[in-house]
Structures are given as structure tokens and as C-alpha cells.
């Protein structure tokens, strides 16, 4: 038997780590909240949390980052956004709140997760955007999701076009 083959790697507790990150970014907004996710983290976040976790840590509506406008109910005040550090996110999250600030007269509370982690031209868009100072923004490092305990899956899509070993744009 060689060095590799006596190599095991029990990768559950690294599932537990996101997980017990993600409801740490949960127990930020206290209360009920709505989880909008980005499509592309639907999946990695089911796996490291199921729907029952996400509801025992105050989770009361979760959807789909969308550019038409977030529909909420009236006792929906906290929203909690976890989504790739990508321009278009942040102008779809720029426009959910401008439309809550110009429709309605409540008071929102808005929280952006950005994964792996924010970037300064996210937070630029955001100010750009006029909506920087109505959220508070943290980083969710999502980069490996176990998909087994031995096998995972590396959840940074772009990270080969991102450091230009990729030649189509982005």
C-alpha cells in the first residue's frame, strides 16, 4: 500500500462548519426573516442545511434572487441575501431596496451575505447604487461543499475566468 491509499478524509465536519457558519449569519438578523439565495447557491446550501434548520433558525420564506421586484408580507421586515460576490447581484439587491424605500413606509432591515467573500467592486455598486447605507454586508466563504463524506464539490464557478486562465469574458 502506498502513502495515498492509508490517506481518509472524513469531510462532515467540514459540512458542520458551513453550517454552523451559515446559522451564525442567521442569528445576525434576530427574528423571523426571508432568505433570498442566489440560483447558483440553491443547491450548496441544501446541502449543508435543510429546510427544517433554516425554519429552527428563523428562516420564514426563502426564494430566489430575481430582478422583478421582492414581494413580501407585512411582517416581513428582515431579509437576508446570500449571494455570489457578482455586479449583477448587487444591482438586482440595489433595486429590491429602492423599491421597498420608495413604496413602502416600513423599515426594513437588510443583510447581504456575499460568497466566497465581498469585493470592493460589489460594495462600490452598492454605494453607486445610493443603497450601501441601508444594509449591513458580510462574507460566507463557500468555496467546498461536501457532497459525501468523501467526495466534494468546489463552489467558486469562476475562479479559472477570474484569474484569466480562462479566455471568454466574463
Known sequence: M?????IAVDLSALRE????ELIHLLSKLNGSKV??????????INLIA??????ENGVEKTT????????????????MYLVRS???????????IRN???????????????VPQRTIMCEKILEEEGVHGNI????FNLDLVPLNNDVMSMETADSLREVGFCSKPY
Open 2 to 6: 502506498g502513502f495515498k491509499e492509508n
Open 17 to 20: 462548519y458551513s453550517r454552523t
Open 35 to 44: 432568505l433570498v439565495l442566489d440560483p447558483a447557491l440553491s443547491w450548496p
Open 50 to 55: 435543510d429546510l427544517n434548520t433554516l425554519k
Open 64 to 79: 430566489i434572487l430575481k430582478s422583478e421586484p421582492l414581494v413580501l408580507a407585512p411582517e416581513q421586515r428582515q431579509i
Open 86 to 96: 457578482k455586479t449583477s447581484n448587487m444591482k438586482i439587491i440595489a433595486d429590491h
Open 100 to 114: 421597498h424605500l420608495y413604496t413602502s413606509s416600513a423599515k426594513y432591515e437588510y443583510f447581504v451575505c456575499m
Open 136 to 139: 449591513t454586508v458580510a462574507d
